[in-house]
């Protein structure tokens, strides 16, 4: 809470004066920003004549703008074979919040993760990768392992419930191609296979 002090001396009580109204603006000061998260600000205002002193309050609400997807989402990745069992980087995506750091979050998962990009563009508006985890089986990215979801729904929120959004990003997982190694000849078997 803020107190603000407004004075008006007045010369001589005596004579008779006009009434004066002063119009006084409320301002925010350079380089501060009002936060969503500790509205409302309310300040106490005392104004004097240096005989009569009165205070009263005044209540500065300050509205949560939710954050946004500024790119990559909703979003696909390429198609990943499901024979990659190492860490891959899926896609790209951008958030942005007028005045916080959004924080990002998936449904738990031991396939996949959302690591934050360190050096973003625009530092305003942070990035973040979807990513194959560096602790995933083959077993686990099965083409045809039912219970994988190839959807992820990824919340973004500042904290502030009601502004939660959600996104998804699509995992293309394909059928590795399987191999079948067929040799074909002509002659003695025998002599095809080494043996003599």
């Known amino acids: 809470m803020m107190r603000i002090i407004f004075t008006n001396n007045v ?22 920003t009002l936060a969503a998260a500790v ?7 005392d104004c004097t004549d240096a005989v009569t002193a009165v205070s009263s309050t005044f209540t500065q609400p300050v509205l949560d703008k939710p954050p946004t997807f500024v790119s990559g989402i909703p ?12 860490a891959t980087s899926l896609g790209k995506f951008t958030t942005t919040d ?3 750091t959004c924080s990002v979050t998936l449904p738990v998962t031991t396939v996949y993760e959302i690591r934050k990009v360190a050096s973003p563009t625009d530092p305003q508006k942070p990035e973040f990768e979807v990513w194959i985890s560096n602790a995933v089986t083959q077993a686990s990215i099965d083409f045809n392992d039912p219970p994988v979801s190839l959807t992820l729904t990824i919340k973004c929120t500042d904290r502030n419930v009601l502004n939660d959004i959600t996104g ?4 293309n997982i394909v059928d590795s191609v399987s191999c079948v190694h067929v040799i074909i ?5 025998d002599e095809l296979l080494g043996k003599h």
Do not use: H, Q, W
Request: net charge negative; with cysteine; hydrophobic share 35%.
């Open 75 to 86: 979003g696909n990745s390429p198609d990943v074979s499901d024979d990659n069992v190492i």
């Open 11 to 32: 010369c001589n009580e005596n004579e008779i004066k006009p009434l004066f109204f002063s119009a006084f603006s409320i301002r925010v000061k350079a380089g501060v």
């Open 98 to 100: 007028p005045d916080t």
């Open 185 to 189: 000849g002509y002659g003695n078997p």
């Open 168 to 171: 998804t990003f699509n995992v």
């Open 39 to 45: 509205s409302p600000y309310v300040m106490i205002v």
